[in-house]
């Protein structure tokens, strides 16, 4: 079975914010000879809650089989702090490599409600990762 065709979605709401990432092993800029495998992860952010919101900030918890938790920290997303008004979705991609071809990704975005100007946080689904190389 190849991954590549295989594309799983994981979501979760928190204050009523719904969270979805479609994570992808990227075999084209993976080299699994070096310890390299690339994994792409596309994220939507659906506001269905009453306020318009701004992503502050993330944090991410990176876990890699056989190396352990890295956590990164950092404003916005792909530098950007984007708002999202009430009933819209901000959808953007990026990437993260792993050196044993399976692990997973969890965390959460530090978000202001727009209208009050207070800070909370809303969760990231924790997704899988597992390249194509390991799951033949």
Known sequence: ????????????????????????????????????????????????????????????????????YTEIIGDGVIGLTPEIPVNEKFAYFSNVMLRSGVGNMSGKYLVRNMETQENFEIDIPKFNLLSEVLSN
């Open 1 to 68: 079975m190849y991954l590549e065709n295989t594309k799983m979605m994981f979501s979760k709401v928190t204050s009523n914010i719904k969270v979805s990432v479609i994570p992808e092993y990227d075999s084209k800029n993976s080299y699994p000879s070096e310890n390299r495998y690339v994994f792409k992860y596309n994220i939507t952010i659906e506001n269905n809650g009453n306020f318009p919101i701004k992503i502050l900030k993330r944090k991410w918890l990176i876990f890699d089989v056989g190396f352990g």
